[in-house]
């Protein structure tokens, strides 16, 4: 097979497999990657490069990082790239850049489109409990999650799945499609599938807000969105006028008449819902540590039958 002169356009840990296939491929000529500046971190704000532009440079990649993505459009048509595959950019991608490559413009979506187009995917499956779920690669236009699609792969959701465990495994499901679609994608073997709209399904910009949890909705809800939304925004609740984050949890069936009473079963703190209980098994004080909801209990025995605020 020729080799395909290729540009590729990703930022976060989500990208790094399908860079990492396209780098160990053989009919594929990687001539740019194009990835966001880097930005300061942490408490520290200690200025740290993506984690694509480490990957890239590790490989001797040519690299830009541009403000906006509109700021390459010289360079991308100097390349005349027939190809441009996007992952996990964060960044709407103009049709002056869509309308260069002769392939057009690839991109990996966590979801089995048209199913939660948009920026928080993973998490709303994890939200809404959903047990399966997957990876569309498509062929993109202007519009957001909406091109027509090249191959997908389904994925079973696992109880132990949380975001960033299932994030982790759809990165991976994602380049192992993206690599198994492109020899018949570029040999014309494949025609793109136009996404039934009527059935689309959208998700939103995450908030802080979206992790304060209430204690009257059900044990099993509540669960899910601690799965969902850890790292980020995180989960929590307030306590004494701290905030607490609940990073880990179980459901058990111990139910009470009031949504947020917190008790002990065993060693362990619990936190009654509007149906069943949460174990706790991890959660952290604002400005400390996490720790085991155990350990937590042992040192303040004085939140047992307090009441957390509901949300």
Request: contains cysteine; charged residues 20%; hydrophobic residues 35%.
């Amino acid at each position: 097979m020729k080799k395909y002169s290729t540009i590729f356009i990703g930022t976060s840990e989500f990208s790094l497999p399908s860079l990492e296939k396209l780098i160990q491929t053989d009919f594929i000529d990687l001539k740019l990657v194009i990835t966001q500046p880097d930005k300061p971190v942490g408490r520290k704000k200690i200025i740290t490069p993506p984690p694509v532009k480490v990957l890239a440079e590790k490989n001797h990649l040519s690299i830009l990082q541009p403000i906006k993505i509109k700021d390459c459009l010289n360079e991308i048509k100097n390349i005349k790239p027939d190809l441009i595959i996007l992952v996990s950019y964060g960044q709407i991608i103009p049709q002056t850049i869509l309308d260069i490559p002769k392939f057009g413009c690839l991109n990996i979506h966590p979801s089995l489109l048209p199913k939660y187009r948009g920026a928080s995917p993973i998490q709303t499956a994890i939200l809404n409990n959903e047990k399966q779920t997957g990876v569309t690669l498509m062929l993109m236009d202007a519009q957001m999650d909406h091109g027509p699609i090249l191959s997908q792969k389904k994925y079973q959701v696992l109880e132990s799945d949380n975001y960033l465990i299932l994030s982790d495994k759809l990165a991976n499901l994602g380049a192992e499609l993206l690599i198994e679609t492109l020899p018949n994608y570029l040999e014309n073997k494949i025609q793109p599938q136009l996404q039934n709209h009527s059935q689309a399904t959208y998700t939103q910009i995450l908030t802080k807000q979206d992790g304060q949890i209430d204690w009257c909705n059900s044990a099993q809800q509540i669960h899910q969105q601690i799965k969902a939304l850890n790292p980020w925004p995180g989960t929590w609740t307030k306590w004494n006028q701290s905030t607490l984050k609940i990073l880990a949890t179980e459901i058990t069936p111990d139910q009470f008449s009031t949504p947020g009473l917190i008790f002990k079963k065993n060693s362990y703190l619990c936190v009654a819902c509007q149906k069943n209980s949460l174990i706790v098994h991890q959660i952290q004080l604002e400005g400390k540590k996490s720790n085991s909801g155990s350990a937590f209990l042992a040192g303040h025995q004085d939140i047992l039958n307090q009441q957390f605020e509901r949300g």
